[in-house]
T-cell receptor, first 113, second 114 residues
Framework: KQEVTQIPAALSVPEGENLVLNCSFT??????LQWFRQDPGKGLTSLLL?????REQTSGRLNASLDKSSGRSTLYIAASQPGDSATYLC????????????FGRGTSLIVHP | GAGVSQSPSNKVTEKGKDVELRCDPI?????LYWYRQSLGQGLEFLIY????????KSGLPSDRFSAERTGGSVSTLTIQRTQQEDSAVYLC????????????FGSGTRLTVV
């Protein structure tokens, strides 16, 4: 059974810092991995989708990497801003069966001015 | 539509009443998922629809929960005889049934049982 772990569970940093959020998964047989952002009481907004054949994806100040063999992905946020404050979740789509994604518990990020 | 639409956005109901939550997926998305997120908790999978196949109901917490998807599009999640522990945000997502595609979520329905 696929298990997804996100570390740290919570993070509080001053504005301007570069951040790394971690996502690890136990079964490397995946199709893709997706990073989401969730604001309090809201739905999930997709940030980046990395296919199993890719090593990284970039969007603006965000960069996500994937090392499938070691079961790890990182989300790098450059020059953090207070508006980045949210919970960040990763989801893994496992291969070989159902397309039901497995989610981590998320990293709660606070960026203070 | 352009995105996944959920209604209502907020629902307050009395304990013991039945509620219906609606999800309208992105046009053409054959896969549809329901999740529940209790306060401070992670996403709990409830049910998965794929085209005309029988849904995967393995995540439904009790027989008070049911869902249907009509015409392969709109889905309704029904909770009968609501309990206070049913209070949560109910999220719907849709996707193309392909290994390459990710998921698009709606804004959720916040259910409060009083």
């Amino acid at each position: 059974k696929q298990e997804v772990t996100q570390i740290p569970a919570a993070l509080s940093v001053p504005e301007g810092e570069n951040l790394v959020l971690n996502c690890s998964f136990t079964d490397s047989a995946i199709y893709n991995l997706q990073w989401f952002r969730q604001d309090p009481g809201k739905g999930l907004t997709s940030l980046l989708l990395i296919q199993s054949s890719q090593r990284e994806q970039t969007s603006g100040r965000l960069n996500a990497s994937l090392d499938k063999s070691s079961g790890r992905s990182t989300l790098y946020i450059a020059a953090s801003q207070p508006g980045d404050s949210a919970t960040y979740l990763c989801a893994v789509k496992a291969s070989g069966g159902s397309y039901i994604p497995t989610f981590g518990r998320g990293t709660s990020l606070i960026v203070h001015p | 539509g352009a995105g996944v639409s959920q209604s209502p956005s907020n629902k307050v109901t009395e304990k013991g009443k039945d509620v219906e939550l609606r999800c309208d997926p992105i046009s053409g998305h054959t896969a549809l998922y329901w999740y529940r997120q209790s306060l401070g908790q992670g996403l709990e999978f409830l049910i998965y629809f794929q085209g005309n196949s029988a849904p995967d109901k393995s995540g439904l917490p009790s027989d008070r929960f049911s869902a249907e998807r009509t015409g392969g599009s709109v889905s309704t999640l029904t909770i009968q005889r609501t309990q206070q522990e049913d209070s949560a945000v109910y999220l719907c997502a849709s996707s193309l049934a392909s290994s390459n595609y990710g998921y698009t979520f709606g804004s959720g329905t916040r259910l409060t049982v009083v």
